[in-house]
């Protein structure tokens, strides 16, 4: 796809590997600010493979600045509770205390995005694999196409070539745990009687850990995430084992059938990915490819878009020669909510302690109630 706008100019201009969330939202909010903004994306098409998500508020401020928050809403809901199930057993169901939070599919939201960046102006290449770049401020293609910018993003993903190519240091792991996600029909009248419309996250630890996210996206379609662990020969097969699954959540036997007719489920082991270095001279990584998280606690997105916003507000308001010195800053600034995010999401998938219920803490929360468009946000309270 390509779709040219000519913008108002601010005579910037940006080059950005990756169309997911990240690299969207990036698009987005720079055409907005008057950069001219070229997206690579290396698939043949533009389209999310995910099954569902969860937003907070962090995210929902962003959709809300690059104009795309009602068509995100359009086709989503707020679930009444996030209820916790153990062995059967309802052990919580939490509601934020007003925390705005969303549901809805990958696809939406990405269609969402995607709308947005291109009406701000962007323009998207599909097929366009970004091999390299340089902290100078150019991008190589696969094509061998060397192209230049004032700002190039790294919105490439877990696996990401801009910052393997610069050098990064890193970490990189995975935790014992993974699992396979769907989008299935909402099944309602055949589950019975129940509170179908909360997310409910299911836990069986004995005699063996299995768990169901089950999160509706919307009156239609709903998301179930399987979990096991990757040792789990059985519980991580793809396509899933019916008889398994239904015999220890009989209560979603029609959801479970809808998941085992698949068309090519895979199972994503969790990792985790920590750099040294948000950026390298005019180079600047966001959303996983910066920072990968366990989804424990529902945020990968969330940082991801918020992280890219922030990133695009940085690098506008850098005078002419201090772009780089300003996504130093940036990374300073916005990067330790998003570490501690990170480090939370890792501990509890390494102790499975969201199944304890009541999970969503004040703590827990300090990156959903973040706003990314506040500001004011890094002011000192006296
Ligand atoms: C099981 C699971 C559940 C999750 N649930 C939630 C949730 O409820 N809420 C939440 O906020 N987060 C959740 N997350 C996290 C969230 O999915 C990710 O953090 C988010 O998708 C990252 O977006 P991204 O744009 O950085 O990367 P990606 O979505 O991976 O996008 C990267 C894009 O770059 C393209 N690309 C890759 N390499 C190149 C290249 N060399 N050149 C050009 N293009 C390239 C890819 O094709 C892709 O389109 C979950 C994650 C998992 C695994």
Redesign the pocket.
Known sequence: MKNTVSGNGNGRHAEI???????LTAAAALARRGWTVRV????PELREQ?AG???WHNSLKVLQAIGAYDQALADSMTPPYYETRVQGASVSHEHFDGLPWRTMTRPHLHKTLLDAALRAGAEIHTG????SADPRGTVTLASGETLTADLVVG?????S?VRDAIGFTQDRWKTRDG?T?FLVPRHKDELGPGEWDNVIDFWNLEPRYLRVLYVPCNDRELYI?LGAPAADEQGSRTPIDLDLWTSVFPELTPVLRSAAKAADPRY?GYQTTVVDEWSAGVVAL????AH?MC?AL?????C?MANAYTLAVAASEAPDGEIEESLVRWGELERPITDRCQQRSADYAATRGMAQGNQFTVENLETARYDPTDPDRHSVSA
Request: charged letters at 15%; hydrophobic letters at 45%.
């Open positions: 590997a990756g169309a997911g969330f990240a690299g690579h994306e290396q698939g995910g998500i969860v937003l366009s694999r970004v091999v919105a490439d993903g877990v696996k070539q699992i996600r995430a994503y966001v959303g996983d490819a990968a989804p529902a945020q990968g997105a969330g991801a």
